[in-house]
């Protein structure tokens, strides 16, 4: 007997539970008393030939106890042929469809006994185009079959027990035509040719793994020479024509990997290192054990056209991926609901290796601007706790936001912060250890951590993993004493909440220098010794460390502004992006905020420069929607005029010899004079510059491309329109191909915004990047209601290209629409049309509405004084 695994009206009766089994529907958990302990599975696929796969896995099972059938995940594939072996005997059993749960149960004619038994079942199925589970991927003419099976993808490529804590050693075999290119988790062990044309290529069989990081990539994939570090092989595979591309990404592996191998002090746990440029793919990469998958755009590249900014994601990301080898495949969470052991150890490592490796990138002022995005979620009443208990797979999607990994972040480099680099390393190297090739909760790391600090960190780890919020420490300095006072932070003002206790530094200013202060601040208020005078300044996070929001006087924010060379670059950044988001709680007055992003306009870190984009292209926003349309280009205009002497003096071009961070110094000023203040001289030279760039990509430096790009299209015709088109296609870089395809999202007249829009649906756009495209048509005012009936119209089909992890992106952005009238219609047109995975992002998102509503309402009367003091 066999079925497909979906839903039909003979299939809704329910069946009991498996003895040991949790749940029902979606919610349920696989019985505990069953583990895999070795995996067999064959895979037929040729992805040149057409879209069928099929295949048999042989599951080595250990039962616990009696049990009257085997439940495993499987989901749109047909599965058939259920065979049991035990005690020498050769079982045929019967398959029961749970389509409501993603799994079938194999019963059989008499109860299973405890020991050892051997489930065999086949399947098949077509390769997917939604860029999960097992699915087509395309370059050119060459076709591809891939895996990308995080968060509960396994059950879609094989039948499986999909749970993080079933970990077993898997053996592939892949049978596919003679001139694709396999590569797995492990070394190929040996190959067999078949007649017509076909082989057989068998892996070695991995160490323990969870499903989710199995990988197999199938197609003409081009492979790199090797390089290593120490013993590893580190290769990239890649589409054909890419060649050129492959020596920046070897080059970050073999520096990071072998960082990673000291601060763990551990080798690299696995027999070779791959990684994969997929041309289509859902995540910026993925962790597969010894094979990890890239978007093109974040591993295949050309030095020497990479912007700054891009240089150092392509570091942080292939490092972040590196460290999951430890912090992820070797050592893995035994539940969704610990998502954040992976995600935000992976995500601080990465910044802390990466600057060891290059200081002068200075990796964590990056680190504070995406920290950023962690305190805006935070901030909201729909928030969640890092730790959040997950019930079921659309659960386990939501999660993968800012707070698991940024927020998360935060708070490892704070609690390293607080006992110190040595202790910590030392605690980690403690829990690698001790659960290696196993799994492990929040709990183990604590003690871990407890063992090695001769301190009890669980009291203020727990307050910021397992509570919602952040807290903001309200700041006044008396004489040589610091008072204190903390709330919780909202973005609709700061409320009264249990204090968190707060590991505190703050940097001290005094005559001849600065130092550090250091307390455990565990009460509401409060105050604390900042040591002998005279005192310039009090800066309230040092080294941004903390993850709450210093609140400073007015005095003292001035005395800031004073000093602020004296600052480090992040805290002069963390001081700007604290005090805006103290402005939009309603805590501040926005001209304060305002005189202060001004008085920026001599800065010379770009990092500090770009902290202040965002604020003031809202605020310009903010007054057109208030004031009107003079009123917005009078804002603008103001803007321009505070940086445009900056930006003449660097000029367009690159000087021989310059820095990185001048290069990007000279982006940012060009984003703050162009894109906010829309100076129309500016706007002419882009345009200008963008002509040239089409016919001579190299025509202005890589940093500037981009703003050129979007600032350029603006104005533009049809026969733009196109001819940019036709450069992306023959672009030589992916990072200069996408640069040039979310350009197409900036043009303003009505019928290419429209052209645009169908682009999405014609498969011009990859699947991967629909939402992105979404997301800046949505950012574009000229095209932004627009996309929105677009949306409603095509939800159904543009559902066919948003995978469950990016269809959140273009829901997040729908607050740029701006009214209360979008806010009522985007509510009800969720409502009856829900999306599984978006349902927490929905309600941010109307959230959102309510706060830049009210921002508008209530911002107006200052913004003219402001204006009016020009």
Known sequence: MSTRTTKTRAQKARHPLLPGARGHGRDHRLSPHLRPEAVDLQIEVDPAVGPKFSGTVRHHLQLARQMPGIEVHADAIRV?????????????????????????????????????????????????????????????????????????????????????????????????????????????????????????????????????????????????????????????????????????GLECARETLGRLERYFALPYPYSKLDLLAIPDFEAGAMENAGAVFFRETLLLCDPGTLSFSEKKRVAEVICHELAHMWYGDLVTMAWWDDLWLNEAFATWMAFEVVNEWKPEWRMWS????????????????????????????????????????????????????????????????????????????????????????????????RAFIERPGFPLLQLERRGTKLAYRQQRFLAKGARRAAPWPIPFVGRVGTKSGTRRVRKLLDKRSGALQLGPGPLRFIYGNADESGF???????????????????????????LLEHQWAIVQSGDAEIAGYLDLALNFADERDPDVLATLIGPLAFCAASVTRSLGAPAGAAFRARVAQAFASAFETM????????????????????????????????????????????????????????????????????????????????????????????????????????????????????????????????DNPAAAETTWRFMKRRWKTLCRRLPPMLVTHPIEALPALATRAARRDVAAFFRKNPVATGRRTLLQALERFDKNLAFDRQRAAAFRRWLAQA
């Open 366 to 461: 990056d680190f504070r601007h995406f920290s950023a995005s962690a305190y805006r979620l935070d901030a909201l009443a729909e928030t969640h706790p890092v730790y959040t208990p997950v019930a079921n797979p659309d659960e386990a999607t939501e999660n993968f936001d800012a707070i698991t990994y940024e927020k998360g972040a935060a708070v490892v480099r704070m609690i390293e912060k607080y006992i110190g680099p040595a202790a910590f390393r030392r605690g980690v190297r403690r829990y690698i250890r001790r659960h290696r090739e196993s799994n492990a909760v929040a709990a183990d790391l604590w003690r871990a951590l407890r063992e090695a600090s001769g301190q009890d960190i669980t009291k203020v780890v």
């Open 548 to 574: 709450f929001r210093p609140a400073h006087e007015a005095a003292e924010l001035e005395a800031l502004a004073k000093n602020r060379r004296r600052l480090d670059a992040v805290e002069r950044l963390g």
């Open 651 to 778: 000029g367009w071009n690159a000087r021989r010899g310059e820095s990185d961070a001048c290069g990007l110094r000279r982006a940012m000023l060009l984003a703050l004079v162009g894109r906010v203040g829309e100076e129309p001289a500016v706007l002419r030279e882009s345009a200008r510059l963008l002509r040239r760039v089409l016919k001579d990509p190299d025509a202005v430096p890589p940093d500037l491309l981009g703003d050129v790009v979007d600032l350029g299209v603006r104005d533009g015709d049809a026969a733009l329109h196109k001819r940019l088109l036709q450069a992306r296609a023959r672009a030589h870089t992916p990072q200069r191909a996408r640069r040039l395809l979310l350009g197409l999202s900036c043009f303003r007249q009505p019928k290419l915004v429209e052209r645009n829009l169908a682009l999405l649906l014609e498969g011009v756009v990859e699947t991967q990047d629909v939402a992105f495209m979404l997301v800046r048509l949505l």
């Open 80 to 248: 058939s042929k259920p065979r049991l072996e035990v005690n020498g005997r050769r079982l045929r059993g019967r398959i029961i469809p749970h389509p409501e749960r993603e799994t079938i149960e194999v019963v059989f004619d008499e109860a299973l006994p405890k020991g050892k038994a051997c489930l065999e079942l086949s399947f098949r199925g077509r390769l997917r185009q939604d860029l999960r589970g097992f699915y087509a991927s395309s370059s050119g003419k060459h076709r591809f079959a891939v895996t990308q099976l995080e968060a509960t993808d396994a059950r879609r490529f094989f039948p499986c027990f999909d749970e993080p804590a079933m970990k077993a050693r898997f053996a592939l075999c892949v049978t596919t035509g003679r001139r694709n290119a396999v590569v797995s988790n492990e070394k190929i062990a040996r190959e067999v040719a078949l007649p017509g044309g076909r082989r057989c290529v068998y892996f070695e069989r991995t160490p323990k793994l969870s499903t989710y990081l199995l990988a197999l990539a199938v197609g003409p994939l081009r492979a790199s020479k090797p390089v290593r570090c120490g013993r590893t092989p580190i290769r990239i595979w890649h589409a054909p024509g890419r060649e050129a591309l492959t020596a920046f």
